[in-house]
Each structure stands twice: as C-alpha cells, then as structure tokens.
C-alpha cells in the first residue's frame, strides 16, 4: 500500500521518527521505503522497514494508565508486541513505536487456533498487583448514540435496549466473578507474526485486568450473525478450550458467559455498518444485513441479562 493520507505534516514526521528508530531497533534499515498501514477512524500507522510508528486516536486516554499499558505488555513479550519506550507527542497526538510484524493474510486460512491459544494464554498470566483496568465496553453505547434515522438503525437501537444497564451507561457495572489480564479488543486483525515466526498480539490501548469472555465477544457474535462459518468458531473455540482457557466453563455451555458480551458486540458491530453504509450511501452488503437480521433476533428475544 502506498503512502495516501489526509495527514501529510503528520505522516512525515511519523516517517521521520521510523527512520531514526535504527538507534532502538538496529536492524531496520533506515533507507527504508515507508508504508502507510493503516490511516482511518482518527489512527495513522506507517511501516518504516522493521519498525512501526502509530498516531493513536486523539480522543483516547494516553495518560498514566496507558503508560501502565505500555509496561504490562513489556511484561509479555511472548504473548504482546508493545511499543519500544516511552510515547512520544507530535503535533498532538501521542505516537508509539513497535517492532513490525506480519498481519493476517485473509486471503490464508486464518489463524483461529493460534488466536485462541494466545488469548487463553494471556487470560491464565497471573494478574499484577498493579495492573490496569480494562474498564467497561463504552464503544457500543457510543456508535449506538452516533445512528442517524432509518430502519435499520431502529432495528439495532432496539437491540441496544436489551442490553444491561451498565452497558447502556445508565447503572454501576456488577463486579466481575473473577479478574484476568484480557486483550480488550481482540479480533484477527490484532495479531501479527513476528519476526522470529511466532504470532502475537498487537494494540494495547486496553490491555488490562478485566472479564475474558469479552475477547471471545467478536467472534462469538459474528458466528451468532451466521457470518462466521461454524466449522471457524468451533476450530477458535475447541483450541481456547484445549488450552485451558478460563473465559467458558470447562465442559458446560459457554453462552453462559457469552451471551452479554456476544450481543453487545454484535450490536457494536451492526451500528458500524450502518454509519458506514450510510456515510458512503451505499445499501447495507450481505454480512452487515445479517449483522442488523441479528439485532432483530436480539430484540425479538427481550431481556435475557
């Protein structure tokens, strides 16, 4: 992908900052054609040879709990890619420098097992004392808040309604049954394969002590939505189970503990696609119809927190 952004004093001093990063990484060479990786939703991320440089959203806290972040995944570098050092702020935004690892290939048979494993690991790491929270899902009630008028934006606020109070942001969020260290955003396009061959996991803006079964919500949802193929959330679900991961119980039915955070993601999801699809004017594709055809079930089976 080459460099195509609405951000060009930003985007240089990203570059900038990668090509002077052969002093922390030394083998990225710093004659390096830069790569734009990622440059949507307020977050720019460009490739300079073997490192990464990220623009963080501006609306995100980078304060001391995300320093927190930072050392806690310094902590687990068999599981997480964290940033080298401390961030830096460019022009108002706070950047982060990681080693560069090799994203899923969709178009490869996706690394269902390799996911699952490596959450299951990271949710039996024992939690540190200090340890950031992860907080609540607050995206949901924010995209939901975002809809504009129309069918099927009334058809996911509707959903949105069955969901628990706390997830609303009307209430007090229930203590969790026990705390792990979770992910907090997990899907496959949050892990990389690094350098030494092995996957891991990559963005820690909410990395943190918090209830595991939110990093088996998206998935979990978009197989509820008939838009994961069964056959792939049986091979994610049996190779989290076989590693002992703590989110589902060992032998009985995991939607005892995943229906809540399944349906708040599958409204989550359902409310980005349609402010895309209506941003862009486009109708709703087959996979984001099914994800508003999934609200529609939710809503029809009421309150089940």
Aim: hydrophobic share 40%; glycine share 10%.
């Amino acid at each position: 992908m080459q460099i195509e952004t609405v951000q060009p004093g930003l985007l240089a001093r990203l570059v900038e900052i990668g090509r002077d990063s052969a002093r922390i990484a030394p083998s990225s060479p710093a004659s390096a054609e830069p790569e734009t990786l990622y440059d949507r939703h307020g977050v720019l991320v460009v490739r300079v040879g073997d490192v990464v440089v990220k623009a963080h959203q501006a609306d995100r806290d980078h304060g001391p709990r995300f320093l927190e972040r930072i050392r806690l995944a310094g902590a687990l570098p068999d599981v997480v890619i964290g940033p080298l050092g401390q961030p830096l702020t460019v022009e108002g935004r706070t950047v982060t420098v990681s080693v560069f690892g090799e994203p899923v290939d969709p178009h490869q048979d996706l690394p269902w097992e390799e996911g699952a494993r490596l959450l299951a690991e990271l949710h039996s790491t024992t939690v540190p004392a200090d340890a950031p929270s992860w907080g609540r899902p607050t995206r949901v009630a924010r995209l939901v808040s975002r809809l504009a008028d129309g069918p099927a934006e009334d058809e996911v606020r509707r959903a949105f309604t069955t969901l628990p109070s706390w997830i609303r942001g009307e209430g007090e969020e229930p203590p969790a049954p026990a705390a792990n260290l979770i992910h907090g955003d997990w899907h496959l396009g949050q892990m990389v394969r690094s350098q030494s061959g092995q996957w891991r996991l990559i963005d820690i803006e909410d990395l943190g002590r918090g209830d595991p079964a939110w990093d088996l919500a998206r998935p979990a949802a978009i197989y509820s939505a008939g838009v994961l193929h069964p056959d792939e959330w049986g091979r994610f679900l049996g190779a989290y189970q076989a590693a002992g991961g703590p989110a589902v119980p060992d032998g009985g039915d995991p939607w005892t503990t995943l229906d809540i955070p399944a349906r708040s993601l599958a409204i989550q999801i359902a409310a980005t696609c349609v402010i895309s699809a209506r941003r862009d004017d486009r109708p709703l594709d087959e996979p984001e119809q099914a994800m508003v055809d999934a609200c529609a079930r939710i809503s029809a089976a009421g309150d089940a927190a």
